[in-house]
């Protein structure tokens, strides 16, 4: 019997396989399992079909046998078998599909990944292979045909004795390796777990003979072994399963099983899309935060299957950033298993998944706004941060997406509110949104420059976190209302009379705010009237784009840019503190360097920023103390 070589190119990726030092060895038995699969599907609709064919739902199976003396590892179906035309065709060249054709060498040097992450068929039996014997036999033909190969070498095909269709995969499993422990594919446990995590869904009976013990008839203490054939494949996934079939508990089951989370999930979504792509996909949100969310090491995804055999544990291309706390997975029958990473990324019907699955959540939580409020609110402390993060990023590309979904602290209404139901509540004469940042609401209810617009009665949104301003400013304006914050040098909502008076107190006082800016230099811009203050002496606030909690924010990075916001002091002109100011600016210049540092130190204070040197300070309220 001569042996045949591989056609070159199913060498290539046969020597890729063999030498392949990809950890994910054990996808290997997915591959067969899949094989397997499909070579049932395709004579069970035969005999669906096919009147003279007799057709038994039992008959089609897998079964997968270890032999530890021997190092075999069998899997054999009961599907639809090869002639040795096919044998030839299918397993002595790279598989029709043509899906795993190499571009180019980096992505042959990509190879060792794509074995672990995607379908390379067959061949994969040969990285814990030493040697594959398939026996089989094709439905209508009476002769069997072995097909064999140790490798790069070649085959060689030769007829042999089987009574059944069907095909007989028996591998020689390598002897250990220094590094690699090949003996774990010949161990029940193993290979229980392996089919788990893979095969699951397997739509046939996956089955294995398994020991147990049981106790002696006639000594209840001891043991004795016995084997029983187990299936271990659970085979109808719970997403292809009808939604009424399942309860709240089937769902949280699955969500534990897959480890998708230590917690319960806040809520899901399953949903079967059928038209110019079909998919199954059951989506989590979880209650708590993973640990390590908002950390490097955190990764998004959902699993991917198709038909399914999961082809991905965690394809990131499934969710956009803001949504990367979800979990769950996606099946699709329009996918092909065997699949370059390259390609699924260029995948059309994976962008496609991808769209629709955004808006399913998008849709999920913006009911969950007008519904179910309370469990809103405990999604949004917990993943809040992540969706202000989504409409700051990609420059603002997803904030159409994201901006009913905020939430932001109200200064009336005491709670959580969104931006549609400040808008709507909007006294007509208010121009902006307003909003003030600080560190905590206590802090920011405090600040001097809330009280003039409180006391307008208009609403103010509190942001307590540093990416708020940032997203805000992304948005620019809600249902064509701007943000405005309550430091902002125009509230927009001065009457012309007030506008006058300020202008005369400034001219009034012209003199006076600039020595005192002079004291101040490099600290502020500018020393003016403030127009804001009620009843606080003093406040700081900003011209230009940059203001104080971003320049806090911006400081506070890696990489620190020393990026300084304008800063302004407001004087309430109408406090008795003025006065003060006043009398000093005509009499003592000592006295009006003092304080006018005081006064900027509290502004600076108020903020929630340090005071440049506060050992100075403290002596400067020890000299008011002891003139
Ligand atoms: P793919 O499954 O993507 O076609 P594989 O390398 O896994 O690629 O398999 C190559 C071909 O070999 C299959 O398309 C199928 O025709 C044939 N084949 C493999 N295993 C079996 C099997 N157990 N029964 C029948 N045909 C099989
Ligand atoms: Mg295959």
Redesign the pocket.
Known sequence: MTKKAFQAESKRLLDLVINSIYSQKEVFLR??I???S??ID?IYYKALTDDSMTFNQSDYYIKIAADKESRTLN?S?T????TAE?LEE??GT????G?FAFKNENELKDGYDIIGQF?????AAFMVADKVT?I?KALGSDQAFKWESEGADGYTIEPVEKAEV??D?TLQIKENGEEDDFDQFLEEHRLKSIIKKYSDFIRYPIKMDVTKSKPKEDNEEEYVDYIEEETINSMVPLWRKNKSELTQEDYENFYQDKHFGFDKPLTHIHTSVDGSIRYHAILYIPETLPYDYYSQDFEKGLELYSSSVLIMDKCADLLPDYFSFVKGIVDSDDL???ISREMLQHDRQLKLIEKNITRKIKKELETMVKNDREKYESFYETFGRQLKFGVYSDFGANKDTLQDLLMFYSSTEKKLVTLAEYVERMPEDQPYIYYATGDSYDRIEKLPQTEMVADKGYEILFFTEDVDEFAIRMLMSYKEKEFRSVSSGDLGFEDDADEAESKEKEADNKELFTAMKELLTDKVKDVRASKRLKSHPVCLSTDGDISLEMEKVLNAMPNNQSIKAEKVLEINVDHDVFQALQKAYDGDKDQLKLYTHLLYNQALLIEGLQVDDPVAFTNDICKVMVP
């Open positions: 591959e067969l899949s094989n397997s499909d070579a395709k899997v179906d599907g639809i078998g090869m096919e299918n397993l790279i598989a029709q599909s899906s379908g390379v068929g067959f061949y398939v089989s069907g095909t995969i092909s298993l065997n």
